[in-house]
Nanobody, 126 residues
Framework: QVQLVESGGGLVQTGGSLRLSCVFS????????MGWFRQAPGKEREFVAA????????DYADSVKGRFTISRDNAKNTVHLQMISLKSEDTAAYYC???????????????????WGQGTQVTVSS
């Protein structure tokens, strides 16, 4: 069974940076596309970013393009989300997800995904 464990969340001021990490275990990491979603209180969960199995291809929500960078280290079974220029609207619980469907990474945001982590809270204060 796949397990995903997120870390790196916290409280940061507007304009600050955070780096989230998600450690994958239980299966072959490089067989899975990986991504991040977020959910703010009272709002629906939304796609943030995704990275293909090799790490060569990425996809981002328009709201985070140019500020967030997703990457993966297949030797360490880890995916990262580097976040800069944080805004109050980035405040949310961030969830790591994994999926091995043989589809383009650009479909990750709309797939029924195989596995989810428990989430890590990011709070951006002004």
């Amino acid at each position: 069974q796949v397990q995903l464990v997120e870390s790196g969340g916290g409280l940061v001021q507007t304009g600050g940076s955070l780096r989230l990490s998600c450690v994958f275990s239980g299966r072959t990491f490089n067989s899975y596309d990986m991504g991040w979603f977020r959910q703010a209180p009272g709002k629906e969960r939304e796609f943030v970013a995704a990275v293909s199995r090799s790490g060569a291809t990425t996809d981002y929500a328009d709201s985070v393009k140019g500020r967030f960078t997703i990457s993966r280290d297949n030797a360490k079974n880890t995916v990262h989300l580097q976040m800069i220029s944080l805004k109050s609207e980035d405040t949310a619980a961030y969830y790591c997800a994994a999926d091995r469907a043989p589809r383009t990474i650009f479909s990750f945001r709309s797939r029924h995904l195989d596995y989810w982590g428990q989430g890590t809270q990011v709070t951006v204060s002004s």
